[in-house]
């Protein structure tokens, strides 16, 4: 005898939805919202529309965009299979044009080139996203990334290209497409790393460097701001221009704190100072996200719990040889103040890091394998609700503590841990394995596929996924939104020292003005000579430091990036960064010299700075003319150091990972957190 006996989720369900279908009738004046629909019908019910994605000819709960979102996740989740719940825990990096990169590639240097199509010409007729009316199922190709979305029920993708905007934004709207033909019409969420700053490290996985995005600041140049309402404005300006083109969410920001000053990922962080680096990411987080998600939101995933900044001398845990965190100054706390601002500020997503904590009361273990850190502490301590998002690879290629384990007990140590989705795998086949196996229960399962369609839902994807092509490139890096950035490209800059009354420049001032940075593109030429065409500043440029009155030279220390790091001791020395230290000196032997030093790390500058250093700046991603505004006085600077700047090579090698550079002992800086002098 068959039993028809509704769950007890079934009849919640129903009771809502007729709740709320009664309520309509009371009151008829709710507003139709924007629907994007391509291949599925509009169905009409009390004088609105709904797409049908499922494509059963009625309105099911999780199509009715006037019910609550944890309703619709329910209704969802009750018409899934296994195979596309699966498939939905797992966000891998595809590129345009190609397909998702399989387990084990990472994401990062080794990715192989693709150059598979995406779609046959005809998939989508553009002429008709916004007119609602449904086409036909595409024709799609065979590529792997039609494959993933269709067969494998792909659903989280990360997109690494660096095009034009509307390019990506064409692109986004047929991933669109094809999920939207889909069985239940689940929509794709795309993420992307910071695609807003002026960055030396622009390896993949970390940030895309220049970009037809605004340019702002780097994050440690938002901080050497100070200016929280500026530091909100970029983030709601930001979110705009990622809105345009289809991307829904990023991988950032870094709450991170640079306590380690050899760590390789210090540029991507706001400073040592806990405090500075909560209210940084606070801002962001709700200009981004907004008071809550919605249809104008930027879902942020903010990283890497709790923190990645006391790794042990500095190595990266992305590597066997750095997969050690420590915490000898017993400052675990500390580090976790900007993750906890992140989560009042209601922060979408959390991403532990992959470091195993030693000589702590946690087990030795990844991160992400990390019960007590994800389950007791984030979740329960700190009272984070929202999704836990793997960084790129632990399963096969970072399984730091858990070597020993078959990739299906690693599965179940994850997500019995407390992860959601995983990052950097395309293929859900052992996923679905520890499933069938019995080491994972679907009832599991459904908590983190909850959490992954309700911020779809909020998101507002399941009615409108598509953006304007047209409009894409009007609005990414526009003027607008440009100048505002011009602001706090030079509010970043912070003035050190101006002892010898070299600053602002006078009038008329013949100045040799170069920066120094070893081009991975030309790494025999490092000297960029900089004779502006159209000069706004009273300044007169010479091409040669013998006809200059005053020589100014912008040094851009570089390590090689992170993932050219080898089993070996870091040295954040500049002459051990491409900086040739005996030409800088004899430069400064001959011609009153200003001295200028991009941060990416707290570089050690002791080998120039040498008694006669008296006139100092400190960038950490600006524009030329940003730099020649505070020079020639146009403005005056107010930057504040972001971190302090070690004494000496034994200093930072004596330092204690956890502990700022404020807190260590007098000595330890040359120039200290909060630095930063005007005219």
Request: one cysteine or more; charged letters at 25%; aromatic letters at 8%.
């Amino acid at each position: 005898m068959v039993n028809n006996v509704p769950t007890l989720k079934q009849l919640i369900v129903v009771s809502c939805l007729l709740i709320f279908i009664f309520s309509c009738k009371e009151n008829p004046d709710i507003p139709q919202i924007n629907l994007g629909a391509l291949h599925v019908d509009l169905l009409e019910m009390d004088d609105l529309q709904f797409k049908d994605l499922n494509k059963n000819g009625k309105i099911d709960p999780y199509e009715d965009w006037r019910l609550d979102a944890e309703d619709r996740v329910t209704d969802l989740i009750s018409q899934m299979t296994i195979e596309e719940k699966v498939g939905f825990m797992l966000i891998s990096t595809i590129n345009m044009g190609g397909p998702p990169l399989e387990r084990g590639s990472g994401g990062f240097g080794r990715n192989r080139e693709v150059t598979s199509d995406l779609f046959e010409e005809d998939v989508v007729n553009e002429t008709n996203f916004f007119t609602r009316k449904p086409l036909p199922v595409p024709t799609l190709s065979v590529s792997a990334t039609t494959k993933g979305i269709l067969e494998r029920h792909l659903r989280h993708f990360i997109l690494r290209a660096n095009t034009k905007p509307s390019t990506i934004a064409e692109w986004a709207n047929k991933v669109q497409a094809v999920a939207e033909s889909s069985r239940l019409g689940i929509p794709v969420l795309i993420t992307s790393n910071p695609r807003n700053h002026i960055t030396i490290d622009n390896s993949p996985g970390l940030s895309l460097g220049e970009t037809g995005f605004s340019k702002w600041p780097g994050e440690l140049g938002l901080a050497a701001m100070r200016d929280f309402d500026l530091t909100r404005e970029f983030a709601e300006m930001a979110a705009r221009e990622w809105l345009a083109v289809g991307i829904r969410k990023g991988y950032m920001y870094m709450a991170d704190l640079a306590t380690e000053p050899r760590w390789g990922r210090t540029e991507g962080t706001f400073g040592e100072d806990a405090d500075l680096a909560a209210r940084m990411t606070g801002e962001i987080v709700r200009g981004f996200q907004g008071e809550k998600l919605g249809t104008h939101s930027i879902a942020l995933t903010t990283k890497h719990f709790p923190g990645g900044g006391p790794q042990k001398d500095g190595q990266d845990a992305h590597f066997d040889w750095g997969k050690e965190q420590e915490y000898p100054g017993n400052m675990m706390e500390y580090h976790l103040k900007p993750f906890k601002a992140a989560i009042d500020m209601g922060t979408s997503a959390i991403m532990p890091y992959y470091a195993l904590p030693v000589n702590t009361e946690y087990e030795e273990v990844g991160f992400a394998y990390n019960k007590g850190i994800i389950t007791d502490l984030l979740r329960g301590k700190m009272g984070f609700k929202g999704i836990v998002n793997s960084d790129t690879g632990p399963i096969f290629m970072m399984p730091w503590g858990v070597d020993s384990l078959s990739v299906s007990e690693r599965y179940q140590k994850a997500v019995d841990a407390g992860i959601d989705i995983f990052s950097g795998i395309a293929d859900p086949t052992f996923l679905l394995e520890t499933v069938e196996q019995g080491l994972l229960s679907e009832d599991r399962i459904n908590e983190s596929v909850a959490r992954l369609l309700k911020e779809k839902f909020e998101l507002g994807i399941f009615e409108n996924p598509y953006v304007n092509v047209e409009a894409a490139d009007s609005v990414v890096g526009n003027q607008e939104i440009q100048e505002r950035a011009n602001l706090a490209l030079r509010k970043s800059i912070v003035l050190l020292r101006n002892e010898d009354g070299l600053l602002p420049l006078k009038p008329k001032t013949k100045v040799y003005l170069e920066k120094f940075l070893v081009s991975r593109r030309d790494p025999d030429n490092p000297h960029t000579i900089i004779l502006p065409e159209d000069s706004s500043w009273d300044i007169e440029f010479v091409d040669n430091p013998e006809d200059a009155d005053v020589v100014v030279l912008w040094l851009i220390p570089q390590s090689g990036g992170l993932f050219s790091a080898g089993n070996q001791e870091i040295n954040i020395e500049i002459s051990n960064n491409n900086i040739d230290v005996p030409y800088i000196n004899r430069l400064k032997a001959e011609k009153p010299t200003i001295v200028t030093v991009n941060f990416s790390n707290p570089w050690v500058i002791r080998e120039i700075d040498n008694g006669n250093l008296n006139t100092v700046l400190a960038t950490f991603g600006t524009s030329t003319d940003a730099l020649l505004d505070v020079l020639s006085g146009k403005f005056n600077p107010t930057g504040k150091m972001p971190f302090s700047i070690p004494a000496s090579k034994d200093a930072v090698t004596n330092n204690l990972a956890d502990v700022p550079g404020v807190l260590e002992p007098e000595g330890y800086s040359v120039f200290s957190f909060g630095d930063g002098i005007s005219y």
